[in-house]
């Protein structure tokens, strides 16, 4: 969660949450060479062996060659491993990055929310760890520009 008087500054977060050995990650805002950092430390937290994670970015405003760069090697990566890797609900602007860049393969062709949602159990708030030792408010790290 963003502190009062930051909004402006809040370039790029990742709120995560888990359920059945799933972790769902959102990313919001931009990411970009200021923030992939953000992103990899994440993914590094939250993989575990035989577990599963969905990348939703749903509210990913823009996502340049870096971001762009770091989603397919976090995809090449967990090709290699045990843990498995989604990423879904990209809007227009992002899928079109994604095309010209030539990695439209990488976005699951198919709306896991559903899926996701349905069944038994809530989604548990991650904690995810203070990057740069920096706590922005639990579950949520911000990059600031």
């Known amino acids: 969660m963003q502190q009062p008087g930051e909004t402006s500054d ?63 090697r976090a995809m090449q990566r967990a090709g290699g491993s045990t843990a498995r890797l989604s990423i879904v609900n990209g809007h227009a602007p992002v899928i079109e990055a994604f095309d010209s860049a030539g990695l439209g393969y990488l976005l699951s062709g198919t709306d896991l929310s559903d899926l996701l949602d349905g069944g038994d159990g809530e989604w548990s708030p991650v904690s995810l760890p203070p990057f740069l030792g920096r706590r922005v408010n639990s579950g949520l790290r911000a990059a600031q520009g």
């Open 10 to 72: 809040i370039r790029f977060s990742v709120h995560g949450t888990r359920r059945n050995g799933i972790d769902r990650l959102f990313l919001i805002g931009d990411l970009d060479r200021s923030s992939v950092l953000i992103l990899e430390s994440e993914l590094v937290d939250v993989a575990h062996p035989g577990g599963a994670i969905v990348l939703d970015l749903r509210d990913l405003t823009s996502i340049d060659t870096w971001g762009l760069r770091t989603l397919e």
